[in-house]
């Protein structure tokens, strides 16, 4: 599989920065406080590195994951993946108004993700001119099969995976972003990418 | 004497941004960094009479230039381009001296604004 040029990776890592940024502020603005922002990571990945990542670690008891699938023109598409690191989800989904029980503290968290990939993917499709539509974001915990089956089709041999951290201070909240393009989406993406560096 | 710039990112593609979006009579000798410690291994050595300068940053990010320029008591007139865009982002730039926060990916006429109102066009 072709891997990204130098250029290409610097031109998705620009874009990656901006939609980053576009889904941070309105991060910011929903729980009233600052997100701190770091470069984002791209690398290759295989299908078994992806599962890996999705193994419960007996370290990381407070450990929620939630999935997004995207899928654009041209068969560009792909799944955001966020693990969320949260010291206690309880007093965030209380603070957030949200009423006191498991439930709610899973419905907090589908819609702080829904909030983040989809102001990512809205910036980063309009970036690269494509249209995007999304699935519904669910929480792995309940249908991680789902995940699991879509990353084991032969599209998915190896995928590009972005790495994306958003850090609350404030709420002692932490998430990472992960983007899996798979080989399908990722002649598209690199078309875009060369059209964008083009112009530059 | 003539005016010399800096435009500071990480982003090969963000730096060729900035760069194709100067007007052309910004007349200027337009050096660049990748990051802003190099940023300021470049301040330190010559004087820059405008900075344009991202936030988000690998080594040394913008945050910490603004804080370096401001120690240092430099001239240097900063034009933060970033991708950050949080309220509390911006504020905290303009607190620590930059005169205008420009969202990426910079937009030439708003640049060129800027650079017209503070008089370096």
Redesign the interface.
Known sequence: MAMLSA?QQ??L??LM??????A??QL??YLN???H???PAIRLVQPSDLLAQLEPDDAEHQRQVVSQGFIGDAGFQGEAVLFYQLSNARQLATMLGYPADDANDAEMLTDISSILTTTFLNSLGG?LSAQLSYSAPRLLSDQQELLVQRIETPGWRAALQVSIHYQVIDYAFQCEMVLLIPELGLQTLQQRLDA??LE? | MSLTALICDDSVLARKQVKKSLPENFAATVLTASNGQEALDILSTQEIGVVFLDLTMPELDGIGVLEAIKARQLKSCVIVISADIQPEMQKRVAELGALAFIQKPVNPDKLNQILSQYGLI
Request: hydrophobic share 50%.
């Open positions: 250029d610097d031109a890592q620009e920065n901006v939609a980053m940024g576009m941070s502020d910011a603005r406080t600052l997100v922002l770091q470069v970036q964008i560096l530059y």
